[in-house]
């Protein structure tokens, strides 16, 4: 009768999450030098780990080969080696959590990274976050499977894997916790944000000593940001990154609906993605590759607007069509430099200060995640620790709840799970009480019948002040439909719950949500009111 379900296991997994966060930080500064060596191989023909963006490149014309020859890479890969590295890497997550027990096979930690550097590294443009997301996930997984778990405790430490590849990656402990709540634990308990928490606070820690300590984008200084009228604007920019949200979803699975109905086989289709990705290149050379400098751009509020113009043009179209063929790749980075840049242009267009525009691309750019992963809070939190921003607090999260709420009433499911929908798998993302956590088994118990009273102790019971959660938990588990009911005061039978006493026990909650009462109206005293 306790408010949380823990034990000790809950040390024993947090001393494991210290590991895995230490793995996880590992393969994410991999990943990252993967990239960077990827795209020193592809488009400067060398061999360099320094960080170089594929716009610079000396190849001219012969850009639009790139990224074909690494679309094929990828399809070889997935063709032979495994098809689960296609696509977002959230998502499979999601179905490894749900689906297949937390296992996640061991090819995916070597496949997940290295089709990710060949797909980002020829210029797809896409984040490393979602790969690297599946791959600390991975790691976890496996460090499970060598263990003696459950579950339970196994999707605990996949998801701490992923949470930790995120915290390392942008240097976002925190959104890193919300995100693993909001979108892979599909609960929120301390037997599993203990060492969710523990990983991403490691994989924090150590990126300090390798990938520096953030914030990842530097903010200008800011303008006053509690005035009515920005509050007001933040509200009517959320929702329109909420539209813009949807139609980049729908555009995206439009694309890849497109490549379903091809005649060929899916292998193929990566490196015909590659083509959108060279020909959008060769127009707009700063749309190839992570991005992360044009965000950086963005959120200094200098940006041109024929950067904003390319990117809300032409990366966007270049993404969409590109993942729509199934190659290898996030959707984190340029779903923020496309909320950015429809931030940027709003501030354009109010003729607004380089200071304003910085806070408005900083707007656009935590709605557009809010919408389009259907996170909120991870939203705020993510956009405040990659800038170190704390006075957007207020407009930013009056912005990415309008963001949140215009995509939860039009669009069925967010861009990760669609995916699954697609699959043939459907999850609900609500998360509450259960309803028999509220109802006393006391309140629902039918009498024993005559002569039963004085019933010896049986083997199996439950007590009549238990919640019903608990004693159907033990029915399902004994494999019985009905269960005699004992006095904790006296030990003795005081009634038998059955599975339909359980389902008027979850009629309550029905009638909670659908019944509407008006519970006080005035009547005025000349009338029989009272005072």
């Not at 795209?39 to 012969?62: D, E, I, Q």
């Not at 240097?171 to 919300?178: F, G, K, N, R, S």
């Not at 620790?385 to 006075?391: F, K, Q």
Request: charged share 15%.
């Amino acid at each position: 009768m306790s408010d949380f379900s823990v034990d000790r296991r809950v040390w024993v997994l947090s001393g494991v999450a210290v590991l895995i966060g230490v793995c996880a930080t590992f393969l994410a500064v991999l990943l990252l030098r993967l990239i960077a060596l990827s795209t020193n191989l592809f488009y400067y023909h060398r061999l360099s780990f320094a960080s170089v963006s594929p716009a610079g490149s000396p190849l001219g014309h012969w850009m639009v080969v790139v990224p074909v020859v690494g679309g094929l890479i990828v399809g070889l890969m997935a063709r032979f080696g495994s098809d689960k590295i296609r696509g977002h890497g959230i998502p499979e997550a999601i179905e490894a959590i749900l689906l297949h027990r937390a296992r996640v096979d061991p090819k995916i930690a070597v496949l997940k990274p290295v089709s990710a550097a060949v797909a980002i590294g020829s210029g797809g443009p896409f984040g490393a976050e979602g790969p690297i997301i599946m791959t600390g996930g991975a790691a976890g997984s496996l460090i499970g499977q060598w263990m003696h778990v459950t579950d339970s405790e196994r999707t605990t430490l996949l998801v701490a894997g992923a949470a930790a590849g995120m915290s390392a990656t942008f240097a976002t402990p925190v959104a890193a916790i919300l995100l693993a709540v909001e979108l892979l634990l599909f609960e929120w308990r301390p037997r599993s944000l203990v060492p969710v928490a523990v990983a991403s606070a490691t994989a924090a820690l150590l990126r300090v000593y390798w990938l520096g300590a953030g914030p990842l984008f530097q903010m200008p200084a800011l303008p006053d940001l509690t005035r009515v009228s920005f509050v007001i604007g933040a509200l009517f920019l959320g929702a329109l990154l909420g539209l813009v949200s949807a139609g980049m979803s729908r555009l995206m699975y439009w694309f890849e609906d497109r490549f379903d109905h091809l005649p060929i086989h899916w292998m193929w289709w990566p490196a015909l993605g590659g083509i959108g990705i060279g020909v959008g290149g060769l127009f707009f050379p700063r749309g190839l590759g992570v991005g992360y400098e044009n965000i950086a751009e963005l959120l200094r509020g200098n940006a041109p607007l024929g950067l904003i113009v390319g990117i809300l043009i032409a990366k966007s179209l270049m993404w969409a069509f590109s993942l729509g063929s199934g190659t290898s790749g996030g959707v984190l980075a340029p779903l923020l430099m496309i909320g950015g840049a429809v931030g940027a242009l709003a501030g354009h267009l109010a003729h607004a200060s380089a200071d304003a525009q910085a806070v408005w691309a900083l707007i656009g750019m935590g709605s557009m995640l809010a919408g389009a992963l259907g996170v909120p809070l991870t939203a705020i939190l993510f956009s405040l620790e990659v800038t170190h921003c704390l006075p957007a607090l207020l407009p930013l999260a009056v912005a990415c709840v309008a963001s949140y709420i215009v995509t939860a009433m039009i669009m069925p499911r967010s861009i990760l799970t669609e995916k699954l929908s697609r699959r043939g798998y459907h999850l609900t993302r609500e998360y509450g009480v259960d309803p028999l956590e509220l109802v006393l088994v006391k309140e629902v118990m039918s009498p024993l019948a005559l002569g039963e009273e004085n019933l010896t102790l049986p083997k199996i019971y439950t007590y009549a002040d238990s919640t019903t959660r608990s004693a159907a938990e033990l029915m399902a588990t004994e494999g019985v439909e009905r269960i005699p009911v004992i006095d904790r005061a006296n030990g003795q039978a005081c009634g038998e719950l059955s599975l339909h006493d359980l389902l008027r026990g979850r009629g309550r909650s029905v009638v909670r949500e659908s019944e509407r009462l008006r519970l006080y109206s005035y009547v005025p005293p000349e009338l029989g009111g009272h005072n």
